[in-house]
């Protein structure tokens, strides 16, 4: 089954999950990696309020993602 939460999917079947690329090469799969190991706060909250793991993931996932392209925005904001 595919999962999909904003920008990043699952397929539970493979256990692949995509994203944005340039998100998934800086900081993606560390994330991945965090959550794995069970120390994302945001992945572990999410797992008791998410329909199940894979949803929680990709939530944790878009949580992320949206920090990281806030503070990429911001910075090219006080650059220009």
Same mark, same amino acid.
């Given at each position: 089954?595919?999962? *999909? #939460? $904003?920008?990043?999917?699952? +397929?539970? *079947?493979? @256990?692949? #999950?995509?994203?944005?690329?340039? /998100? ?5 799969? +560390?994330? !991945?990696?965090?959550?794995?190991? $069970?120390?994302?706060?945001?992945? =572990? ?6 329909? =199940? #793991? /894979?949803?929680?993931? %990709? #939530?944790? !996932? &878009?949580? +992320?993602?949206? $920090?990281?392209?806030?503070?990429? &925005? !911001?910075?090219?904001? %006080?650059? @220009?």
């Amino acid at each position: 089954m595919k999962y *999909e #939460v $904003g920008q990043f999917t699952c +397929d539970s *079947e493979t @256990g692949t #999950v995509v994203g944005p690329s340039a /998100y998934m090469k800086e900081r993606g799969h +560390d994330k !991945l990696e965090e959550i794995m190991s $069970g120390k994302s706060v945001v992945f =572990n909250m999410g797992c008791t309020r998410s329909p =199940n #793991v /894979y949803v929680a993931m %990709l #939530v944790a !996932l &878009q949580t +992320d993602f949206a $920090g990281w392209t806030g503070i990429r &925005q !911001l910075c090219a904001g %006080l650059k @220009g």
